[in-house]
């Protein structure tokens, strides 16, 4: 009864170079959500995808960022031209229903050099 | 802007002391999350609270929401070192919890 998976845990990237990252749902969730930990700071939401649709991305940065939910695969939280700043923990989530508990993956835990 | 404040930001006890934490806000939930969260790893879901006054306990932990809906708190009876973590608390304002708003956590070591 796998869990929410995130790969990879760890990414390193220089400036200017893109980032992808790889979010596999709970087993039965379609509803995925990406948040990103800031060092010294809590978890902010992002983005919610159902398969194939992008429900809410208000907190979506409005440049370099994007994500996808594709009908067959991971979701995938893409960053281009990385910038120092965008060194964070992101943390994608699952729940089966719109509404219901969210669970957590383990993270991934970019680093731009 | 919804936002959970979470007291104390950090805590130091001696293991077998009982403590209490908070989780407040000036908005409404519709629901509120507790979740801990180890170094390296993500938030692992402890409980969800949705109706004002509600009391869950789960083991030594006991959870409540406020009549209000706008504040939670977590008391631990008796904390001992594998309760040592962040705990974080999470609120869904649009009744959908599709965007979590956290708190910036409680820093508990419980020392042995």
């Known amino acids: 009864n796998a869990g929410v998976m995130q790969n990879p845990r760890h990414l390193v990237r220089r400036r200017g170079q893109e980032a992808r990252l790889r979010c596999s749902p709970m087993k039965g969730h379609s509803h995925v959500y990406w948040y990103r930990q800031l060092p010294e700071e809590g978890l902010k939401f992002m983005v919610y995808?159902?398969?194939?649709?992008?429900?809410?991305e208000s907190g979506m940065p409005k440049e370099r960022f994007s994500a996808e939910f594709p009908k067959e695969g991971p979701s995938i939280l893409r960053i281009q031209q990385v910038v120092r700043g965008d060194s964070a923990a992101y943390f994608c989530a699952s729940s089966p229903l719109a509404g219901s508990e969210q669970y957590f993956g383990p993270g991934t835990r970019l680093t731009v050099t | 802007t919804q936002l959970l404040e979470q007291s104390p930001q950090f805590l130091s006890i001696q293991e077998g002391e009982n403590l209490t934490v908070y989780c407040n806000s000036s908005?409404?939930?519709?629901?509120l999350q507790w979740y801990r969260q180890e170094p390296g790893e993500g938030p692992v879901l402890l409980v969800t609270?949705?109706?004002?006054?509600e009391v869950k306990k789960l083991k030594r932990l006991t959870f409540q929401f406020g009549d209000a809906r706008k504040d939670s708190s977590l008391h631990i009876t008796a904390a001992q070192p594998g309760d040592t973590g962040l705990y974080l608390c999470a609120g869904d304002a649009s009744g959908a919890n599709s965007k979590l708003t956290f708190g910036k956590g409680i820093t508990l070591s419980v020392r042995p």
């Open positions: 609270v949705v109706t004002g006054g």
């Open positions: 908005s409404v939930f519709s629901s």
């Open positions: 995808l159902q398969k194939e649709n992008i429900i809410d």
